[in-house]
């Protein structure tokens, strides 16, 4: 998967992903400038078939590298704290990556379990 100048909704803080009346906070401040995922191998398959919990998905463990870029543009002044303020990161090339554990797969739940 590669991606490139993606939006984050990123809500900073947890009482912002969590409250309502914090929607989309952060909308157009930050971005992925660039991802590259990749995944490879198969570990092993799994399907999942929660009726209780209304969840079911078909799972693939394997391994996976990933270097990204991301920045936040600045803030105008003055700078108060939890603002932006053109922060930039940068990974490591993909091939330094070290892969324990990665999973891609397919799943419902809730009102779109089936």
């Not at 912002?16 to 198969?42: M, Q």
């Not at 998905?57 to 600045?74: L, N």
């Not at 105008?76 to 704290?81: D, E, G, S, V």
């Not at 090339?93 to 324990?100: E, G, I, K, L, P």
């Amino acid at each position: 998967m590669t991606v490139r100048d993606v939006c984050v909704f990123d809500a900073f803080t947890i009482p912002n992903s969590l409250t309502p009346n914090h929607p989309l906070f952060g909308i157009g401040r930050a971005r992925i400038d660039s991802l590259v995922l990749r995944w490879s191998g198969i570990n092993r398959m799994v399907h999942v078939h929660d009726v209780p919990n209304k969840f079911s998905g078909d799972f693939i463990e394997d391994s996976a590298t990933v270097a990204v870029t991301a920045s936040t543009q600045p803030s105008a002044p003055p700078l108060t704290i939890g603002t932006f303020d053109g922060f930039r990161f940068v990974s490591d090339a993909a091939v330094t990556s070290h892969s324990n554990f990665a999973q891609i797969g397919k799943m419902q739940d809730g009102v779109f379990f089936v």
